[in-house]
């Protein structure tokens, strides 16, 4: 059986913009959460330092979380299903809880670096990002399971 090919970009920014909508409604649900905990006397204009801390805190560990958990269980998000793309490492098994972890923070440098790591996938051979060449992982388009 032969390897499937390396996911596109517009694959992966497909599966990206899924799981953002997934995202959206986390981060709004811990959004209200700790707003509570601050008994909704938060000026959105002037927001005390302890809860801007707190939200952005929060909202980047559930975004970890949810990344890591995916990755890591089934090397798909829910975006990834939907576009049928899967994560998998050398070995061709979903990576382990650490590697996901560190794939999350090299994703997001690689994002925060103007796209270009994973623009880099468009020049790879393999369709890599910088994530993954780093880590020795690969997104693969993989067909549909009938």
Same mark, same amino acid.
């Given at each position: 059986?032969?390897?499937?090919?390396?996911?596109?970009?517009?694959?992966?920014?497909?599966?990206?913009?899924?799981?953002?909508?997934?995202?959206?409604?986390?981060?709004?649900?811990?959004?209200?959460?700790?707003?509570?905990?601050?008994?909704?006397?938060?000026?959105?204009?002037?927001?005390? +330092? #302890?809860?801007? /801390? =707190? $939200?952005?805190?929060?909202? %980047?560990?559930?975004?970890?979380?949810? *990344?890591?958990?995916?990755?890591?269980?089934?090397?798909?998000?829910?975006?990834?299903?939907?576009?049928?793309?899967?994560?998998?490492?050398?070995?061709?098994?979903?990576?382990?809880?650490?590697? +996901? #972890?560190?794939? /999350? =923070? $090299?994703?997001?440098?690689? %994002?925060?670096?103007?796209?270009?790591? *994973?623009?880099?996938?468009?020049?790879?051979?393999?369709?890599?990002?910088?994530?993954?060449?780093?880590?020795?992982?690969?997104?693969?388009?993989?067909?549909?399971?009938?």
């Amino acid at each position: 059986m032969s390897t499937p090919p390396g996911a596109a970009l517009w694959r992966r920014l497909a599966a990206l913009f899924y799981d953002l909508l997934v995202l959206v409604a986390i981060w709004m649900f811990a959004a209200a959460l700790i707003l509570l905990a601050f008994h909704g006397e938060v000026d959105v204009a002037r927001q005390p +330092a #302890l809860y801007h /801390f =707190v $939200l952005q805190a929060t909202l %980047l560990i559930l975004s970890a979380l949810y *990344f890591v958990i995916s990755w890591s269980r089934g090397g798909q998000t829910i975006g990834m299903r939907a576009w049928r793309v899967r994560l998998v490492d050398a070995q061709g098994r979903s990576p382990g809880w650490s590697r +996901a #972890l560190l794939r /999350f =923070v $090299l994703a997001t440098l690689s %994002l925060l670096a103007a796209g270009a790591g *994973f623009i880099y996938c468009l020049f790879d051979a393999d369709r890599r990002a910088w994530h993954d060449v780093m880590l020795g992982t690969r997104m693969l388009h993989v067909g549909r399971a009938d």
